[in-house]
């Protein structure tokens, strides 16, 4: 993964959780809000803070924006500010920006004054809980598009003790089994001799349909 310099403004609790993972992954970050508080809180964890107001054309520009490979807009409870703020960047010469939405309504609008990309955490995570949650035997799921997604499953009763080669999952069912995972870590060297048990987990991949077939989800 290439390092790459972000410019993210709003560090409110989506925020914050960006710029954290964002500095974990090895990337240069230059958290930019309106609130000293939640600048102050930020620093440790970002390579560079400032305390501004981003519908500010001169305050922005005092920034650089077009030397940061992505600039993201997260500000909550302001959305009139988030579309000054991204329509601003744009105009800056921000080569990608990533805004934040909380309805489609919004990401219209967004996305007509120069937002690159559209991001619904709260809508997101929704899908992702009730999904997650719906299933005693579903332990993780990630949607990769409208049609596809990884589950992370315990392996069913029916299969356990025979070989992947044996179900022949990709044939029957149109799945990959991507990897197993045993105590917290993942085996991606799987064959069609590797066994299943019960103390493991499967990480599968395929269409969304074939998936909730398989697995009954």
């Not at 409870?77 to 990533?98: N, R, W, Y």
């Amino acid at each position: 993964m290439n390092m790459k310099t972000v410019l993210l403004i709003g560090v409110g609790r989506f925020g914050r959780h960006a710029a954290v993972q964002l500095s974990k992954l090895g990337h240069q970050v230059m958290a930019v809000d309106i609130d000293e508080a939640r600048v102050n809180d930020i620093v440790p964890f970002v390579t560079g803070a400032q305390i501004g107001d981003s519908t500010n054309e001169a305050f922005l520009r005092s920034l650089g924006v077009k030397n940061f490979d992505l600039c993201i807009v997260a500000i909550s409870g302001d959305f009139q500010s988030s579309l000054e703020t991204t329509s601003l960047l744009k105009d800056l010469g921000a080569s990608c920006v990533i805004a934040r939405a909380e309805r489609d309504v919004q990401a219209k609008f967004l996305l007509k004054n120069g937002a690159d990309h559209i991001v619904y955490p709260e809508k997101e995570m929704a899908r992702w809980t009730a999904v997650r949650y719906t299933g005693d035997h579903i332990m993780d799921y990630i949607e990769l598009d409208e049609r596809h997604a990884i589950f992370e499953v315990k392996v069913p009763e029916a299969w356990l003790g025979k070989t992947v080669g044996a179900l022949d999952v990709r044939k029957r069912y149109g799945i990959n089994i991507l990897a197993l995972k045993r105590g917290g870590i993942s085996n991606f060297t799987v064959t069609p001799d590797t066994m299943l048990s019960g103390d493991t987990t499967l990480l599968a991949l395929g269409e969304l349909g074939a998936l909730r077939k398989c697995f009954k989800i």
